[in-house]
C-alpha cells in the first residue's frame, strides 16, 4: 500500500503573511491525518479542539483559516468530502477524507522494469546519490519487488558524481536557479567566470556536464563539471526562468556535445597478475624485455582523461611507455599523491 506523502515544499504550500511555514505544514499534516483516521465525518467543531493551530483562533479566524486549508489541500488532490451521518441532517456537516481515494494504488513491476531498478541502483553505488539509490532498491525489496542490484553485476555501469560541482548543480537544476561559477576550457587554458540558468545535468562518455541558458552569451552551452575550478554559487532567485522541453534540451546537447574523438595507441607495461581492466583493450600482449615478470601491454583508447584515471588508479603497477602526454599526466597525478 502506498499513500501521499507531503511536506512543506512538496506540494508548494504558499507562504502567509504573519504564519509560519512551519506552523502551516505542520497544521495541514494534522488536518489530514485527523480526517484520514476517522471512520465517520468528523464536525468542524470536534477539528476545532483536536487540530493544533486552530485551538487559539477567534471564531472568524477560524473559519477563514479553516477554509483556505481545505482550499489548499484539494486543490494539490486531497479529496476532502463535506456530509453527516445524520439521515434527517441534524446535526453539524463533518469532514473525511476515503482511504480508498487518498491511497495510490499498489505498484507491479515487470520483470524488465525491475531489471532497470536494480540496473540503476549500481549505476550511482559511487555517486553522492548512493544512498538514496541504495534505499529505493531496499524499500522495493521489502514490499516484495525482487530489485536486487547485483543480479547485473555483469554489467557494469559507472557514474562517478565526484566532481565538486555535481551536487550544487544538480540542485540548482532542481530549484532553476541560475548560478555563476569559474570555468576553464582546456587544461591550462584561461579562466573565465560564467553566468548559467541550467537546465540539466547529464553523463556523457563517463564525464559529467551541465546544459543551459550562458547568459553571458545568450545562447545556450555546455560544460563539463571537472573544469569548473571554483565554488558554484546562487545567482539569483529559485524558479526564475523557464526550462525548454526535453526534446529542446537533447538537441541542444547533441548539437553541443563534444565531436567524435580520435582513437589513438598506447602501451604500458603491466605485472603478469595485474591491470586486468586495461589488459581487455589490448590489441597485442607481449612479454616485457625491460622487466622480468612483466607485459608489455599495446592498445587502443578514446578517452585521455578516462584512460588516465585508470592507469592512476593502477599505482605502482604500471609503467607508460607511450604516448607522451599520457605518461606525463600520470607521473603528475602520482607526484600529487605521494606529495612530492
Known sequence: MYVRIFGASGYGFERRRGVSQQAKSERLMNLVICLLVARNFVPKSHIRRVVGGYGTQSDEAFERMFERDKEELREVGIP??????????????????????FELPDVHFEPDEVAAVGLASRVWQHSSLAQAAHTAAVKLQTDGV???????????PRVSGGEAAFWPLWE????????????QAAPGGEQMRRHLQPWS??????????VGHDTDRDAPRLFRLSRVVDEVTADGRAQSYDVPDN?????????????????RTARV????????????????????DERPGWDDVTFTFVSFDGLCDQLVGLGSDVVVIEPTDVRMRVIERLQEVVGT
Do not use: C, N
Open 201 to 210: 545535468v547529464l553523463s556523457y562518455h563517463g564525464r559529467w556536464y551541465v
Open 247 to 263: 526534446e529542446t534540451i537533447r538537441q541542444a546537447t547533441a548539437s553541443l556535445a563534444p565531436g567524435p574523438r580520435q582513437e
Open 80 to 101: 476532502i468530502e463535506t456530509g453527516s451521518q445524520d439521515p434527517f441532517g441534524d446535526e453539524e456537516p463533518g469532514y473525511r477524507i476515503r482511504r480508498q481515494q
Open 172 to 183: 540548482a537544476v532542481r530549484d532553476r536557479r541560475p548560478v555563476t561559477f569559474t570555468y
Open 269 to 288: 607495461l603491466l605485472p603478469k597478475d595485474a591491470g586486468h581492466g586495461v589488459r581487455r583493450w589490448a590489441v597485442r600482449i607481449d612479454a616485457s
Open 146 to 156: 525482487d530489485a536486487d542490484p547485483h543480479a547485473m553485476a555483469p554489467v557494469e
